[in-house]
């Protein structure tokens, strides 16, 4: 494809969006570049984020995880221990102080697990904005702690029964939202992924993830970790963890898709390995979709990670070169989960697990002198009645 | 002037405005395309939008994208719908505009679908997620087909920006009648008629107004203030129900002198 606009990445990006959104974009870039270096912005931010969020997470050294492969020293950072259970966070109150400062007064978001729909819904009723969250069916089901949380929060939560009923058709219906009510509403896009300016602004909001790594592991270790690990959806909390290490080439940075069934099962969500690439939510990248160029349902255990897509940064990345994307199916996400529970007695989300699982292969080509970083992005309370009932059980 | 415009541009001569229906290919079957499209060019239609289902119809309502919907459930292709049309081309004597998102075309093959529906009949193309900025990905190959690239001008845009939009398209300009998605409204916002007098001073490419129009009073009250209209929404409605009557008023109403 000619590269011709701004908000690319090699040649992926761009702003493949209905004429009307097209000047919302330009405001929300104009308002973004004016407030992304604007000192009182970033210090309102930094304030939330110390004192409500309750960062810094900490960077935290997974002794037993470690001893169970003898191989590099593994840490966790714990994203999971941010207010509502996730990195989501970081980027949704980012984006709604940015909101208040553009003068919108509603908030739209898609959400998937429920995670990013919670923490805006959360940031919402901190800033007194009217919240609406569109949600796959598909999802509110798998996901009703999620949904009733966000309904506590004064959030109002709509059921997306349309095409696979999951975290895609959510993004077509906030986006229609959107157009119809763009004048006093600004979209919370919950991934670096969608239409330009929005992966570079998550990137921007999630990159305290990768900066506040660097600084603990250098006081830790004095030194750059040897790999870093990161799930891989949209790609928010990876392209936050991975963005400060971009420069760095002796980092290896792994990014972890969801293979669900098996990446040669048509039932999974590994858009970067299906080598496919296309148009889909404003943004050229890798794309699981047919011979019509229909696009396809994703799968993955992983609410979060069943996605079709992924952020045109990611693919960027994998076209240079300078991250390497591997994948990791339900059933070794499972086996992530219980591994991570019995070593370190920490619950991770589905999504993290995948980390997990990819980080339990890598580990054990690695060397005792080397160290590893996995990104636990979220904590898994949200997912005990998907991982009871895939395990056999009937919590219910 | 491309065969769009001078379709257009011959209609609004005698005074006429001009009535371009949209249809959902795929609706109903791919066997039913060829009679819809003859049956409308015989009831006197300057130009048929043909529209191409897709999984991911963003700017769609709820009525157009049920009909994608179930196009897409009879198995209904970009290409299958080329074929189809190409089959029955000779007897197409008025312009098709295809109404397609992006990543049909792109999984086609840009140049491929170009020369492919220059030979279907297809005169023009509208593409409703690939702004301006982003139009050279088709741009050149519709040209050399002589395939005119048309582009949507919204109530949002900046002066500056229609003014851009205005002039790079091609056939006619489709002005966007709402803030919103496809779909049948009942009142327009009462600044249109500025809007539309802006539009027309930038360029002489004709100027139709979309989006939400769905009754003959809609397509009279746009016929006085730009070229004519095209109706979604309430045209995929009627042919679902097989109301040619509803069609027949409306096209009646873009008509300055009565239908004999």
Redesign the interface.
């Known amino acids: ?2 590269t ?2 701004k908000g690319r990445f090699g040649r992926f990006g ?7 959104l ?3 974009l330009q405001e929300l870039e104009e308002a973004y570049d004016k407030y992304k270096d604007d000192e009182a912005f970033q210090s309102e931010l930094s304030y939330y984020l110390k004192n409500y969020v309750g960062r810094e997470t900490p960077l935290y050294f997974a002794e037993r995880l470690t001893a169970q492969f003898g191989g590099p020293k593994i840490y966790l950072k714990r994203e999971d221990l941010n207010h509502t259970g996730a990195h989501k966070i970081n980027n949704a109150l980012g984006q709604a102080l940015l909101a208040k400062r553009m003068g919108k007064k509603k908030i739209v978001a898609e959400t998937g697990a429920g995670q990013h729909g919670v923490a805006t819904a959360t940031a919402c009723a901190l800033l007194g904005l009217e919240c609406i969250v569109y949600m796959g069916a598909e999802d509110v089901k798998r996901q009703a702690l999620n949904v009733f949380r966000m309904e506590l929060l004064g959030t109002k939560v709509i059921g997306v029964e ?2 696979s009923a999951t975290l ?2 959510a993004v ?1 219906e906030a ?2 939202h959107w ?5 006093e509403t600004h979209y919370i896009l919950g991934s670096a992924m969608g239409p330009h300016p929005f992966p570079t602004i998550v990137r921007d909001f999630q990159r305290v993830i990768g900066d506040e790594t660097r600084q603990q592991i250098l006081e830790l270790e004095n030194r750059l970790p040897d790999a870093i690990v990161a799930c891989i959806g949209g790609g928010s909390n990876s392209i936050g963890m991975f963005y400060p290490f971009v420069e760095d080439q002796d980092v290896a940075l792994y990014g972890v898709e969801a293979a669900g069934h098996g990446v040669d099962t048509g039932k999974h969500a590994a858009a970067i390995h299906s080598g496919q690439t ?5 943004a050229y990248m890798y ?1 699981l ?1 047919d ?5 396809q349902e994703a799968h993955s255990i992983s609410a979060g990670l069943d996605y079709p897509g992924v952020g045109p940064e990611h693919c960027h990345l994998h076209d240079s070169g300078r991250a390497t994307y591997v994948n990791i199916t339900d059933d070794e996400a499972l086996e992530g989960v219980k591994l991570l529970c019995r070593t370190e007695g920490i619950l991770p989300a589905l999504e993290s697990a995948h980390a997990i699982a990819y980080a339990s292969k890598l580990a054990k080509t690695m060397s005792p002198d080397e160290l590893l970083v996995i990104c636990l992005s979220g904590r898994g309370d949200k997912d005990v009645h998907t991982i009871s009932s895939a395990l056999g059980g009937d919590l219910a | 002037m491309s065969q769009l415009k001078e379709a257009i541009l011959k209609t609004t001569a005698n005074g006429d405005k001009a009535f371009v229906p949209y249809i959902m290919a795929g609706d109903g079957g791919l066997e039913k395309l060829q009679p819809t499209i003859l049956r409308l060019q015989e009831l006197g239609v300057t130009a048929i939008e043909v529209g191409i289902p ?6 769609d ?1 709820p009525t157009i ?1 049920r009909a994608g ?1 179930r196009a ?1 459930a009879n198995g209904t ?3 299958k719908i080329i074929e189809t049309l190409h089959g029955f081309a000779d007897q197409i004597t008025i312009p098709l505009v295809a109404m397609t ?8 093959g840009v140049e491929e679908f170009a020369r492919d529906a220059q030979a279907a009949g297809i005169r023009g193309v509208i593409i ?4 301006l ?2 139009r ?2 088709v741009h050149p190959a519709l040209k050399s087909e002589g395939v005119a690239l048309i ?8 002066s500056e ?1 229609i003014e851009r ?1 205005t002039k790079a398209s091609e056939g006619f300009i489709y002005a ?1 009648t709402v ?3 496809t779909g049948a409204r009942q009142s327009f916002a009462n600044e249109l008629g500025e809007h539309f007098k802006k539009l027309l001073s930038y360029t002489d490419t004709p100027v139709l107004a979309g989006f939400g129009i769905s009754t003959p009073d809609h397509v009279k009250n746009f016929g006085t203030i730009c070229d004519g209209v095209i109706v979604g929404s309430k045209i995929v409605d009627s042919l679902a129900n097989e109301d040619w009557a509803t069609i027949e008023d409306l096209v009646k109403a873009s008509r300055v002198a009565p239908v004999k």
């Open positions: 494809m000619t011709t606009t761009g702003q493949f969006v209905p004429e009307t097209m000047t919302a349309k095409g895609k058709d077509n986006l229609r157009v119809t009510n763009i004048e296309g148009v889909l939510h404003g794309l979709q011979e019509n160029g229909f696009v | 897709f999984t991911d119809p963003v700017a309502g994208e919907e897409l292709t970009l290409r998102y992006l990543n049909p075309i792109l999984a086609y409703p997620d690939m702004p900025e982003e050279d990905i582009q949507l001008v919204s109530l949002a845009s900046s920006r939009l966007v803030n919103g998605i």
